[in-house]
C-alpha cells in the first residue's frame, strides 16, 4: 500500500520562506518521477514542480519558477520542496505525489496524500 505524508506547512509572513517535506513508501521510491501540487478551496490541483527519479532533470509551473526548489533524497524515500520569497498567493494546500514522466497533470496521479497547509500572511 502506497502511503505519502507532507509535513513542513504553516504559517509564514510574505517574502519569507518555507522547506515543505514529503516521505512515500510502498513502492520502490527510485523508480518514480515525483511531483508538488498544490489546491486552494474552489480550484483544480495544481501542478507546481517534479523531479526525476535521478534528479537530473527538474520541471516548473510559470507561477513558482525561480522561488521554489524541488530536491529529493532516494536513500530516504523524501522529496522536498524549498519555497522562497512566499506570496499571499501561494496560499494552499500542498501535495507531493509520484509522477511518473512528470506529466504535473493531478487527473493522471495515483497515489495522494493528506497535504500540509501553507498560508502567506501579506
Known amino acids: 500500500q502506497v502511503q505519502v505524508v507532507e509535513s513542513g506547512g504553516g504559517l509564514v509572513q510574505a517574502g519569507g520562506s518555507l522547506r515543505l517535506s514529503c516521505i512515500v513508501s510502498?513502492?520502490?521510491?527510485?523508480?518514480?518521477?515525483m511531483g508538488w501540487f498544490r489546491q486552494t478551496p474552489g480550484k483544480e490541483r495544481e501542478g507546481l514542480a517534479c523531479?526525476?527519479?535521478?534528479?537530473?532533470?527538474?520541471y516548473y509551473a510559470d507561477s513558482v519558477k525561480g522561488r521554489f526548489t524541488i530536491s529529493r533524497d532516494n536513500s530516504k524515500n523524501a522529496v522536498y520542496l524549498r519555497m522562497n520569497n512566499l506570496r499571499p498567493e501561494d496560499t494552499a494546500m500542498y501535495y507531493c505525489?509520484?509522477?511518473?514522466?512528470?506529466?504535473?497533470?493531478?487527473?493522471?496521479?495515483?497515489?495522494w496524500g493528506q497535504g500540509t497547509q501553507v498560508t502567506v500572511s501579506s
Open positions: 523531479i526525476n527519479w535521478l534528479s537530473s532533470k527538474t
Open positions: 505525489a509520484p509522477d511518473q514522466g512528470c506529466y504535473l497533470e493531478s487527473e493522471k496521479i495515483l497515489h
Open positions: 510502498g513502492l520502490t521510491f527510485d523508480d518514480f518521477d
